[in-house]
């Protein structure tokens, strides 16, 4: 798909719309335009649009001639063995700590063994776990279930939902500090000054939460052959240049302390007949994105209708002050990772569907304890 522009009055936004978006299509030579009434954008947010970081004249890759400098959407367009040859026996920096970084310095652990150690180069340090089970209790207790939400503040939570989230803050802290603790225990972090500055909280309600296998720490000289930049994608500038019209692409991009505006995580409240799929993030992005297209069948099937815009912008609002709130400098992630059961309850709510699994207190109180972060436990 090359662009995508509206032809039509925006009054009506959704239901009877008075307007169509036309699709503009390349495949090789061969241009057409395709008329329909609702487009879902599920072009990705990880792909597409690299960000890489500005180097001053004569410092960047121009400077490096006898190596090579490329972004990990090239790395990960190659297949496995091309990707492993491309490495092999040489000295590789990969620059960035989150999923990307990771996964690539990994594969070139495996590729090289220690003969030839990858380095990582950061900016922020993170709270990368070793496993999933800090101190033998999973993750999913502490922060993916229906008692661990209580201890955060929901948008349009009430007064005793507020309350009780005040009330619990404590919790909520020793949580956090109890996952460090144990990382710290695990990895060099104090070694080698890489604590970071932000919560644990922060990091997973922010979906930066990575893996990262024993003794991933150790340090190794800084000589290289091959520099790849993980500096990770632009997701919002993507969506933004699918559309033609700059007034579309304004709502898109809002200002710099915005995340994309999309109610429910899926709409936005001023672009007609559109929906988007899988930009905002949780820990598990399967199972929200299944949620959301079960969401979206069900309105288009008339199944509910949205509210006015200015409700929709209200709870997208609310929305975004959480994510301020929980992720610090990582809101615009668009995560709701520690929120999912809220978030999912809510879709659940539009569609005329009880969100939750089991009747009765004692079941669902075993749910709140037990039940981690699955999909089944809507
Ligand atoms: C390194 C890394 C590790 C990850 N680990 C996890 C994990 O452990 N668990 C998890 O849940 N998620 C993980 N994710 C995120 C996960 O990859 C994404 O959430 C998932 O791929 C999103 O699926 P999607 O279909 O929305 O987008 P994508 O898989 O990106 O698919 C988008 C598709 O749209 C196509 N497209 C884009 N633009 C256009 C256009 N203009 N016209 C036509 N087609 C277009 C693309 O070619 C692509 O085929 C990870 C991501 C990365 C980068």
């Known amino acids: 798909m090359e662009s995508l522009g509206w032809y039509g009055s925006g009054f009506r936004l959704f239901g009877n719309p008075r307007g169509k978006w036309e699709i503009a299509t390349v495949a ?6 395709h008329e329909v009434e609702f487009v879902i954008l599920c072009i990705g947010r990880f792909s597409g649009v690299p960000n890489v970081p500005e180097f001053p004249p004569n410092k960047g890759p121009d400077a490096f001639p006898n190596g090579k400098v490329i972004h990990s959407m090239d790395y990960s367009a190659m297949d496995d063995s091309d990707a492993a040859k491309f490495v092999k026996g040489k ?11 990771l996964d690539i ?48 503040h929901k948008p349009g939570e009430g007064l005793f939902l507020g309350l009780l989230a005040t009330l619990l803050s404590p919790l909520r802290w020793a949580a956090s500090k109890f996952v460090e603790s144990y ?28 893996t990262a296998p024993e003794k991933f720490y150790d340090r190794a000289p800084l000589e290289t052959d091959v520099v790849i930049l993980a500096t990770g994608y632009k997701g919002d ?51 929200t994105s299944e949620m959301r297209c079960r969401w979206l069948a069900h309105f288009l099937d008339d199944g509910f209708k949205l509210p006015s815009i200015k409700k929709m912008e209200k709870n997208v609002l609310e929305w975004e002050k959480f ?12 995560c709701i990772g520690v929120l999912h059961i809220w978030y999912n309850d809510q879709l659940c709510k ?29």
């Open 323 to 334: 994510f301020k709130r929980y992720s610090g400098q990582y809101y615009r992630h668009s």
């Open 237 to 287: 500038e993507k969506l933004k240049n699918i559309f033609k019209s700059p007034t579309f692409q304004n709502y898109i991009m809002g200002c710099s302390n915005s995340t994309v505006a999309l109610y429910r995580e899926c709409i936005h409240p001023r672009i007609p007949q559109l929906a988007v799929i899988g930009y905002s993030e949780s820990v598990a992005n399967l199972c």
């Open 105 to 152: 310095a990994n594969e070139c652990a495996i590729a090289n063994g220690v003969e030839n150690p990858c380095t990582l180069i950061y900016r922020n340090a993170h709270w990368n776990v070793p496993d999933y089970l800090p101190y033998g209790v999973h993750l999913g207790y502490l922060y993916l279930n229906r008692f661990s939400e209580l201890l955060l």
């Open 28 to 33: 090789g030579q061969e241009h057409q335009v």
């Open 183 to 210: 990382i710290k225990s695990k990895f060099p972090l104090k070694k080698y000054n890489m604590v970071p500055e932000h919560s644990f909280l922060q990091e997973i309600s922010s979906c930066s939460l990575s």
């Open 350 to 378: 539009d569609m005329g569907c009880n969100p939750k699994r089991k009747k009765g207190f004692y079941a669902v109180r075993a749910l709140w304890t037990h039940g981690l972060c699955k999909s089944y436990s809507w």
């Open 91 to 101: 000295r590789v920096v990969v620059v960035g700590l989150q999923k990307s970084a």
